[in-house]
């Protein structure tokens, strides 16, 4: 009779990350070198690991999606080699991407589970084949004009069977065996009304815990004086918000937000009460404790306390900046325009800057990162977790014009109107007058380059 296994070899524990040194670049991608993407202004906007963690997924400014070629000896996953080798390098779509997301049980072992959902705009929403890229399912969302709406955000409830997608003052529904049609959650009364939350839902983020059902949305639109941008609603209530989350400054009441654009919106997976924020053009992400008052975060993470290596600060971007918590919910990390990636200890107590950041009485506490390394040449716009172990995917590019050198100038002056012209007087010597030059306008558009469209691959193990 077989004995039976003790329950430490049953038990399942998060990646150990070593954070007491810089970790190790191990693989690195030129998006520019793979032979398809000929553009230098093509970069990857955000890469996303499946859940089993077998490939990573990427999001590219040419309305591609790209699976990253990423070497298996590397992941610690042994994967069938024909799927592997089968995966198509990109797929093409017919507009720019909005978002995407992984089914959450996808798998490269299950065929039938191994897709995910695209937001492609002025079309609906895709279910796409991971493995080929053809269409399994599209879900529509049509507006009073009867025009195809495409969400900003969307995100699968715990249980995988229903699809939520962030749109203009509303959320879409969907059964996710039931193509078509879904039903409209309206997140405010009327156009017309201050009341709920109003704007273009841009992000959307479920509490990992199977049993609250609670999930949160965040608005473009920043928090007026009578209503915040962040909501939380329950499955279960339908459009009827369960609470606004809120404060940046001391007033009292939920009714205050941040005074800025929703980006990001993430709950911690170790412990499903604490919900994370980014905003547009801000370099601070907010934390709230939902057991207690939501009208005030609890902890405010400073993407950058100082300036990396000695580089110049350069100034906010529009350009979403993501970040990512690793699955034990201990690490937080997130890249910043200057091509630094931090890495937050969310166990720690906050660790107060001195000058500006000192803490005033009754204000928030707020933390610097416990350590910061030099990543890219660009801006990181993403950064992700492996589920299974420490390494850490980052990704960089962004839109850089250069206008120092200028571009080719067309005149309305002939090209015989810059030769010299030989003017003779009598009795004087001849002498070669130039004429003005004419004042050229340049009739081209300067063009973005990317820096550095690259996606990397950073390893937290312990070091031998």
């Known amino acids: 009779m077989a004995e039976a296994q003790p329950d430490s070899y049953l038990a399942w524990s998060p990646p150990t990350y070593d954070v007491r040194n ?30 089993d963690g077998s490939t990573a997924l990427a999001q590219c400014e040419d309305r591609t999606f790209r699976f990253l070629q990423l070497p298996e000896e590397l ?33 490269a072992r299950d065929r039938a589970s191994f897709c995910f959902v695209a937001s492609v705009r002025e079309c609906p929403v895709k279910l796409l084949d991971a493995s080929d890229g053809r269409l399994r399912a599209s879900y529509r969302i049509v507006d009073h004009r ?16 229903r699809l939520y997608c962030g749109c203009e003052d509303a959320i879409e529904v969907f059964d996710i065996h039931c193509p078509g049609e879904g039903t409209r959650l309206h997140t405010t009364p009327s156009k017309k009304s201050r009341d709920g939350l109003k704007g273009i839902i841009s992000a959307l983020s479920f509490a990992p815990d199977m049993s609250s059902g609670l999930y949160a949305a965040g608005s473009l639109s920043p928090s007026a004086p009578s209503s915040s941008n962040i909501a939380l609603f329950s499955e279960d209530t339908g459009e009827a918000p369960v609470m606004f989350v809120g404060a940046e400054g ?5 009714g205050y937000g941040v005074r800025a654009s929703v980006s990001q919106l993430m709950f911690n997976p170790g412990r499903p009460y604490l919900l994370y924020a980014s905003f547009r053009r ?6 709230w404790d939902l057991r207690a008052d939501v009208s005030r975060p609890i902890e405010i993470f400073g993407r950058q306390a100082l300036p990396i290596s000695g580089k110049e600060r350069k100034a906010a971007t529009n350009q979403r900046l ?13 890249g910043n325009q200057d091509g630094g990636i ?20 009754g204000s928030t506490p707020r933390t610097t990162p416990i350590m910061q390394f030099d990543g890219h040449r660009d801006a990181v716009g993403s950064v992700a977790f492996h589920p299974i172990r420490p390494l850490l995917l980052s990704v960089s590019g962004s839109r850089n014009f250069d206008t120092s050198n200028g571009d080719v100038s067309e005149s309305s002056s002939s090209n015989s109107d810059d030769e010299p012209v030989e003017v003779t007087d009598a009795g004087a010597s001849s002498e070669k007058l130039r004429r003005p030059s004419p004042v050229t306008i340049s009739r081209k558009r300067p063009q973005p380059v990317a820096l550095d469209a690259s996606f990397k691959l950073w390893d937290f193990g312990p070091r031998s």
């Open 146 to 161: 009867e025009r195809q709406v495409a969400p900003h955000s969307l995100a699968f409830n715990p249980s995988a069977n």
């Open 322 to 334: 993501r970040f990512d918590i690793d699955y034990g919910g201990r690490w937080l990390s997130v």
């Open 342 to 361: 931090s890495v937050f200890d969310l166990a720690a107590q906050p660790d107060t800057a001195p000058g500006e950041n000192a803490p005033r009485p």
């Open 75 to 107: 992941l610690g996953i042994t994967v069938d080699s024909t799927l592997a080798s089968s995966l198509p390098r990109s797929l093409t779509q017919s507009a720019p991407i909005l978002d995407y997301a992984w089914y959450p049980c996808a798998s």
């Open 250 to 254: 001391s007033q009292d009441g939920a």
């Open 282 to 287: 801000m370099d601070s992400i907010f934390c």
């Open 22 to 51: 810089p970790p190790k670049e191990i693989h690195s991608y030129q998006l520019n070198d793979d032979g398809e993407a000929t553009d230098s202004s093509v970069f990857g906007r955000m890469a996303k690991w499946s859940p």
